[in-house]
C-alpha cells in the first residue's frame, strides 16, 4: 500500500492550523486541509504490512486499538496516493456513514496501531480520510441514495446522535421507512451541541442531515420522548425502537459551594454558545459571556478544554483547567503497549490558543478544589485548592495524598464543570419499561435487544461515554439486528 519505500522517504505532515491568536478572532473551524499533492505524499508513507493493525477495532487493557468501524484504510491510502479520489471514497463509505465527523473529531486510535508508529511518526490516516470525504462532497461525488424498494416495516430512533444516525442511515438503505426523534430543536445530538463549531462547522453536520432526509429519512425535533410523545404511541406506530439517546447525564459537583451561581455544567456553556452563533451569531446575547472574566474548569478531559478555547474566543481575562492526574508521559509507556493508542501528552488546539493568549499552558496538574467561596450575593468568587500526589502502590492501586503548604485561592467570576458523565438519563428508559444497569441501558452486546420486545439500545446510552466512532459502530451493528428483528417478525405473521 502506498509507494514501498514512501516511509522512509517522507516525513509526515499534520493538518494545517490557522495561527493561534488570529484563529480564536471567531468560531470558524481552525483547521485547513493539505494539497493534494501533500495528501498524496503522506498517503504514499503507508506501509506493505502484513497485518495491517490500523484497522482492527479492538480495545487493549481498555485502550482502544484500530479503527472500531474497520476503515479499509491502507486500500484507500494508496488510492489517494495514486491519485484515484472517487474510488477511495468508495472505499471509505463502505465502513463509515459519516467520515467527515470522525475525520474531524476522532482521536484517531487507528494512528496510535499504526506499524510504522512503532518508531516513527504515524501515517496521517484522519487528515487523508477527513480530505477524501471533502473532497467528495466539493465534487458532487456524494448524492442522495434514494433506496429502490421500501418495506412496510417502520422504525423509530430516539436520539440523532451519531449512533443513532448510522443505525437510521443503514435501516434507511435497507428500505425501511425511519424516523428519528430528537429532544432540540436541530438534528445531531453530541455533533451539533456538544462539540464546538471550531471543531466542528454546524454547517458539516447540517449538510448530512439534509442528505440523510433526501434519502427519505424523517426527523422530528423538539420532541421529548415522555412529554412530547409517550413510549407507548411510539410502539404503536413502528415496529421497533431503537433507544440512541447518549450518556448525557453529567457528574455532579459535591463540595463547598458548588451551588454558587456562576458554577455552571460544562455542557449548558457549550451548548448555549453554539445555539447563540447558528442562531444569530450571537445577536441575541442568550449565551454565557465570559468576557473579562476569571474563568475556572474542573476536569482535565477534552470537554473541558472546548470550554478553555470557548472562554478564550470570548474574551476571557484569565482561564484555567483543573485535573487531578498528572501531566501525560511524553513517550509511550510500557502499560500501555503498542498496538494500543497511547496516552501522551498533547497540546490541543485549546492549549494552544490560550497559551499564545495568556503565555502559558493552561492546565493545572494534579491539583484538589477544596472549596467554592460565594460573595455576600451568592456568586462564585474563588477557589481554594491543594497540591495532590499521585501514589501507586505494589498491588497497582492508586491514590492521592494532599501536599501540605500548597494551598491556593484562585480568583473565580465562573466556573465551568467538566467532570465527566455518569452515563444515560433514565427518563426515557423508563417510559419503555427498559432496564438500567450501572447508568447504562441495559443491552445485550450480541444483538443489542433489551428486555422489552422490539426495543434495542446503541451508542453510549448502552456502552457508556465512548469515542465517535465506538458510536458509528453500533450504530451500524444494531441496524443489523433490528433488519433480522424485522424478518423473524414479517415471516412468521406470514
Given at each position: 500500500m502506498g509507494k514501498p519505500t514512501g516511509f522512509m522517504e517522507y516525513?509526515?505532515?499534520?493538518?494545517?492550523?490557522?495561527?493561534?491568536?488570529?484563529?480564536?478572532?471567531?468560531?470558524?473551524?481552525?483547521?485547513?486541509?493539505?494539497?493534494?499533492?501533500?495528501?498524496?505524499?503522506?498517503?504514499?508513507?503507508?506501509?506493505?504490512?502484513?497485518?495491517?493493525?490500523?484497522?482492527?477495532?479492538?480495545?487493549?487493557?481498555?485502550?482502544?486499538?484500530?479503527?472500531p468501524i474497520n476503515n479499509y484504510i491502507p486500500e484507500w491510502n494508496d488510492l489517494v496516493y495514486q491519485g484515484q479520489w472517487k474510488e477511495a471514497l468508495e472505499r471509505?463509505?463502505?465502513?463509515?456513514?459519516?467520515?467527515?465527523?470522525?475525520?474531524?473529531?476522532?482521536?484517531?486510535?487507528?494512528?496510535?496501531?499504526?506499524?510504522?508508529?512503532?518508531?516513527?511518526?504515524?501515517?496521517?490516516?484522519?487528515?487523508?480520510?477527513?480530505?477524501?470525504?471533502?473532497?467528495?462532497?466539493?465534487?458532487?461525488?456524494?448524492?442522495?441514495?434514494?433506496?429502490?424498494?421500501?418495506?412496510?416495516?417502520?422504525?423509530?430512533?430516539?436520539?440523532?446522535?451519531?449512533?443513532?444516525?448510522?443505525?437510521?442511515?443503514?435501516?434507511?438503505?435497507?428500505?425501511?421507512?425511519?424516523?428519528?426523534?430528537?429532544?432540540?430543536?436541530?438534528?445531531?445530538?453530541?455533533?451539533?451541541?456538544?462539540?464546538?463549531?471550531?471543531?466542528?462547522?454546524?454547517?458539516?453536520?447540517?449538510?448530512?442531515?439534509?442528505?440523510?432526509?433526501?434519502?427519505?429519512?424523517?426527523?422530528?425535533?423538539?420532541?421529548?420522548?415522555?412529554?412530547?410523545?409517550?413510549?407507548?404511541?411510539?410502539?404503536?406506530?413502528?415496529?421497533?425502537?431503537?433507544?440512541?439517546?447518549?450518556?448525557?447525564?453529567?457528574?455532579?459537583?459535591?463540595?463547598?459551594?458548588?451551588?454558587?451561581?456562576?458554577?455552571?455544567?460544562?455542557?449548558?456553556y457549550l451548548h448555549d454558545v453554539t445555539k447563540s452563533l447558528l442562531d444569530s451569531n450571537f445577536e441575541d446575547e442568550r449565551a454565557l459571556n465570559v468576557k473579562g472574566k476569571n474563568v475556572i474548569v474542573i476536569g482535565g478531559g477534552d470537554t473541558g478544554a472546548d470550554c478553555v478555547a470557548t472562554a478564550v474566543r470570548q474574551g476571557c481575562k484569565s482561564v484555567h483547567q483543573f485535573g487531578k492526574h498528572p501531566a501525560l508521559p511524553a513517550v509511550r509507556q510500557p502499560e500501555q503497549p503498542w498496538p494500543s493508542d497511547p496516552q501522551v501528552y498533547k497540546l490541543d488546539y485549546a492549549y494552544a490558543e490560550a497559551d499564545a493568549k495568556f503565555g502559558g499552558d493552561p492546565r493545572e496538574y494534579c491539583i484538589q478544589t477544596k472549596k467554592i467561596v460565594a460573595d455576600e450575593r451568592g456568586r462564585v468568587k474563588e477557589l481554594h485548592t491543594i497540591q495532590m500526589n499521585k501514589i501507586v502502590n505494589d498491588e497497582g492501586y492508586a491514590y492521592f495524598e494532599e501536599i501540605p503548604g500548597t494551598e491556593k485561592v484562585w480568583p473565580a467570576d465562573y466556573v465551568f464543570v467538566a467532570i465527566g458523565f455518569q452515563g444515560a438519563e433514565s427518563a426515557v428508559a423508563e417510559q419503555f419499561g427498559v432496564k438500567m444497569l450501572n447508568n447504562r441501558v441495559h443491552a445485550s452486546r450480541l444483538d443489542y435487544t433489551t428486555n422489552v420486545q422490539g426495543v434495542f439500545a446503541a451508542g453510549d446510552a448502552r456502552r457508556g461515554p465512548s469515542l465517535i466512532v465506538w458510536a458509528i459502530k453500533e450504530g451500524r451493528e444494531v441496524a443489523t439486528q433490528v433488519a433480522n428483528y424485522l424478518a423473524e417478525t414479517h415471516a412468521i405473521a406470514q
Open positions: 516525513d509526515k505532515k499534520k493538518v494545517k492550523e490557522k495561527a493561534p491568536l488570529a484563529r480564536v478572532k471567531n468560531f470558524e473551524e481552525y483547521t485547513e486541509r493539505l494539497s493534494d499533492k501533500d495528501l498524496a505524499t503522506q498517503g504514499a508513507r503507508c506501509m506493505d504490512c502484513g497485518t495491517p493493525f490500523c484497522h482492527m477495532g479492538i480495545e487493549i487493557r481498555g485502550f482502544a486499538a484500530g479503527c471509505l463509505m463502505m465502513t463509515n456513514n459519516f467520515p467527515e465527523f470522525t475525520g474531524r473529531v476522532c482521536p484517531a486510535p487507528c494512528e496510535g496501531s499504526c506499524t510504522l508508529g512503532i518508531n516513527e511518526p504515524s501515517v496521517a490516516i484522519k487528515s487523508i480520510e477527513q480530505s477524501i470525504i471533502d473532497k467528495g462532497f466539493e465534487m458532487g461525488w456524494v448524492q442522495p441514495r434514494i433506496p429502490q424498494k421500501r418495506t412496510d416495516k417502520r422504525v423509530a430512533v430516539i436520539g440523532s446522535g451519531p449512533a443513532g444516525l448510522a443505525a437510521a442511515d443503514e435501516l434507511n438503505q435497507l428500505g425501511h421507512q425511519v424516523t428519528v426523534y430528537e429532544r432540540d430543536d436541530r438534528a445531531g445530538g453530541l455533533l451539533m451541541y456538544g462539540i464546538p463549531n471550531m471543531k466542528l462547522d454546524k454547517k458539516i453536520v447540517e449538510r448530512r442531515i439534509n442528505l440523510l432526509q433526501a434519502e427519505g429519512i424523517q426527523f422530528v425535533l423538539n420532541t421529548a420522548v415522555g412529554k412530547d410523545i409517550t413510549a407507548d404511541e411510539l410502539k404503536a406506530q413502528y415496529d421497533a425502537v431503537v433507544l440512541a439517546t447518549g450518556a448525557t447525564k453529567a457528574r455532579e459537583l459535591r463540595m463547598e459551594g458548588s451551588d454558587a451561581r456562576g458554577v455552571v455544567p460544562a455542557m449548558n
